[in-house]
């Protein structure tokens, strides 16, 4: 079992690893050997997971969770096959932990008080009669 927090793990059975050739640095050994890591996670069907965190780690992959709710990460960063399969797995146990993580607290929006508001508008009336006082003088009836 993949541990993801105290309570909550994952089977290593419902991980899917593909491996592909990968660009970028290497030398030869790219054109040779399928270095990079596609590993799909089915999270809309997973055992492990309870309904809310699925839906939450869904939702947190965003692109890279398809429409019927697998995740799918890709590592080509590493020039060898280990490094990506741990980089790709690294990924996908931080997006859980970011899923099984309490949500945030709804925000109530709240009404100003009274007294803030007539400061508010007292220091904008003031700021309008200070902007005003810099303009040019009235001319005078002499």
Same mark, same amino acid.
Not at 3 to 23: K, N, Q, V
Not at 47 to 55: E, W
Not at 72 to 89: K, T
């Given at each position: 079992?993949?541990?993801?927090?105290?309570?909550?793990?994952?089977?290593?059975?419902?991980?899917?690893?593909?491996?592909?050739?990968?660009?970028?640095?290497?030398?030869?050994?790219?054109?040779?050997?399928?270095?990079?890591?596609?590993?799909?996670?089915?999270?809309? $069907?997973? =055992?492990?997971? /309870?309904?809310?965190?699925?839906? *939450?780690?869904?939702?947190?992959?965003?692109? #890279?969770? +398809? @429409?019927?709710?697998?995740?799918?990460?890709?590592?080509?960063?590493?020039?060898?096959?280990?490094?990506?399969?741990?980089?790709?797995?690294?990924?996908?146990?931080?997006?859980?932990?970011?899923?099984?993580?309490?949500?945030?607290?709804? $925000?109530? =929006?709240?009404? /100003?008080?009274?007294?803030?508001? *007539?400061?508010?508008?007292?220091?904008?009336? #003031?700021? +309008? @009669?200070?902007?005003?006082?810099?303009?040019?003088?009235?001319?005078?009836?002499?």
């Amino acid at each position: 079992m993949i541990p993801i927090t105290e309570r909550l793990s994952l089977d290593p059975a419902e991980l899917e690893e593909r491996f592909f050739r990968a660009g970028g640095p290497g030398g030869q050994n790219v054109n040779k050997v399928s270095t990079a890591v596609q590993l799909r996670f089915d999270a809309a $069907r997973s =055992p492990s997971l /309870p309904q809310a965190v699925r839906d *939450r780690a869904i939702r947190l992959a965003g692109r #890279r969770a +398809s @429409g019927d709710g697998v995740i799918l990460i890709i590592a080509h960063r590493f020039r060898s096959q280990e490094r990506n399969r741990e980089d790709a797995l690294q990924r996908l146990i931080e997006l859980l932990r970011e899923a099984a993580a309490a949500p945030p607290p709804v $925000r109530r =929006p709240t009404r /100003p008080t009274g007294s803030s508001v *007539r400061r508010r508008l007292a220091e904008k009336s #003031r700021r +309008s @009669g200070v902007k005003t006082a810099r303009g040019r003088p009235e001319p005078t009836d002499e």
